[in-house]
Every structure is written in C-alpha cells, then in structure tokens.
C-alpha cells in the first residue's frame, strides 16, 4: 500500500488557528451583501471560505468539476485545493479584488483518467493574477488571459448525523493522506450521534464511544471495537485514528471539512459522505 506525504505547514497551523476560534460558523459571509455588486469587498471575504468548485473554463474550453472538487484561501498567506484527487497548495495574495496565485505544490496520486483530465485543467486556470467577481454565494476568478474558475461557497455541514469519511491523518506540521487502497468496508469513518455517542471504523475494527461536544471542543470518552488483526497498513491508520479520538480535542467545519486535532497537531481530516452513503460501520 502506498501513502503520499505533504508537509504544508502554513496550511495546517491555519486549520488549527481556525480551529481555535470557531467551528461551523466559519462560512455564511456570502448573503446579506446588501448592494449587490459583483466586486470582492471586505465584508464579504473571499478568504477563510471553504468554495466548492463548479467549472474551469482554459482556452475556451469549460470542464465540469468532479463532486467533492474543493478550494480555500488562507488569511495568512496560502490556498489550499483538491479537484478530486491530488492535494494542492499554493502560495496567496488577496489585494482587493486582485488574487495571485504562486506555484502550486502538489502530491503525485495516480487519479482517474477524467479526474486527472480536471485537475490539470484547474491547475492551469490558478496560476498568475486574478480578478475575482463574488455574486451571491458564487464566486469567478478570471485570469489576465480570460481563463476563469466559477467556485460555490460551500455550507458547513452539521457535525451531529453526518458520516464523517476520515481522509487525512495529521502529526504537527505534516499531512499524511489515507491509503486509497483500504478495503471499502475498512474506509475509516465516524458519525457523532445526538445522545452524545460517536461510532465508526478506524480502518479495521468498527468502534463505538462517548463524545461530548463543548463549544469547539470534542471530550471523547472510553471506546470500545471490535479486534479484528488486518495488514500492518490498515493498523497503523486505525492506531492514528483511534489517538484522535481520545481525550479532548478542538475541532473545526469548513464546508464538508472536518478538523479534529489537539493542541500538538495531531488529529485527523474527514470529508462528509454524500447523503445516503452506505454506514459501513455495521459490518464490522
């Protein structure tokens, strides 16, 4: 099994500053403008909201973006992308209704061949300056060559009822993506129940506990699973994902993001599955 590593640094520490000061309230700026205009103005931020991605358009040429293609611009500096495969980080500068994008840095996932046909496509359309539009809850950035990435913002989903597909393990300042490889019965998964219970599977054994939510804080409580041996890649995640369900940890929702991680960093990335997604927790 592979697993595809990435430091980003910046990226990380701002998910967990984020994470420190609110936790799904940290979208909704895009309604209520009151004037209506089309240019970005500091009362409706384009930065520190997560935009699902509609569309690139290069060269004339529009391609619809795959389900769950997501961007975000850091306030301190960085954007952070994934157009359905590969995990993207660039350097960025917001100056009114100018964006500049630096190189982007990515993994080197093999993707499907339409996934990976988008994502070259939306890497194209980020580099160099540009001009963003916001109407609404959607946003356009247009290159100084008309190239144009049309973007949503996307809502925060509820935390509670959710089943939570775990994608991405931290340690610090390094992001560790989940093997994609798992067995889809073994994909690791959690869903926060409203009696104060969460239950899933970590990436072998299914698993059921106490989680207690105060504020941005989750207070996990003794869990108990299955004890099922699997190969030593599949134990390994399950042993990262058990750490970060245990004690107290912050937490933060962008979009159909979850951050858990403590003080230290170490946590976990999920991503909400789309509704009526098979609860595979039952299966042991």
Same mark, same amino acid.
């Given at each position: ?126 580099? /160099? ?66 009696? /104060? ?49 245990? /004690? ?37």
């Amino acid at each position: 099994m592979h697993t595809q590593r990435m430091t980003l640094s910046v990226s990380v520490l701002a998910l967990l500053a984020l994470a420190a000061c609110g936790t799904e309230s940290g979208s909704g700026s895009g309604k209520g403008s009151g004037d209506g205009g089309d240019t970005v103005r500091s009362d409706v931020p384009v930065t520190g909201v997560a935009w699902s991605v509609d569309s690139v358009t290069v060269g004339g040429k529009k391609t619809e973006a795959p389900e769950g293609a997501r961007l975000e611009i850091d306030p301190k500096g960085r954007a952070t992308a994934d157009f359905g495969c590969n995990h993207i980080s660039v350097d960025a500068q917001v100056k009114g209704d100018r964006i500049t994008l630096g190189k982007p840095v990515t993994t080197q996932m093999a993707c499907d061949v339409k996934i990976e046909r988008f994502e070259k496509a939306a890497i194209d359309a980020m580099g /160099g300056e540009h001009t963003a539009k916001l109407s609404g809850d959607k946003l356009t950035l247009t290159t100084e060559s008309g190239d144009t990435m049309a973007l949503s913002e996307e809502k925060p989903a509820d935390l509670v009822g959710t089943r939570w597909t775990v994608d991405t393990l931290l340690d610090g300042q390094t992001a560790t993506t989940v093997p994609a490889d798992l067995p889809k019965e073994r994909t690791p998964h959690l869903t926060f129940a409203e009696d /104060g219970t969460v239950r899933g599977n970590a990436g072998c054994n299914s698993f059921s506990g106490k989680a207690t939510v105060k504020g941005s804080t989750i207070v996990f409580g003794p869990t108990v699973s299955t004890r099922k041996m699997c190969p030593e890649a599949q134990m390994e995640t399950e042993r990262a994902v058990l750490a970060a369900l245990k /004690g107290t940890k912050t937490y933060t929702i962008k979009g159909s993001t979850l951050t858990l991680a403590a003080d230290d960093g170490k946590g976990i990335g999920a991503t909400a599955a789309p509704a009526g997604a098979e609860d595979s927790s039952q299966h042991g």
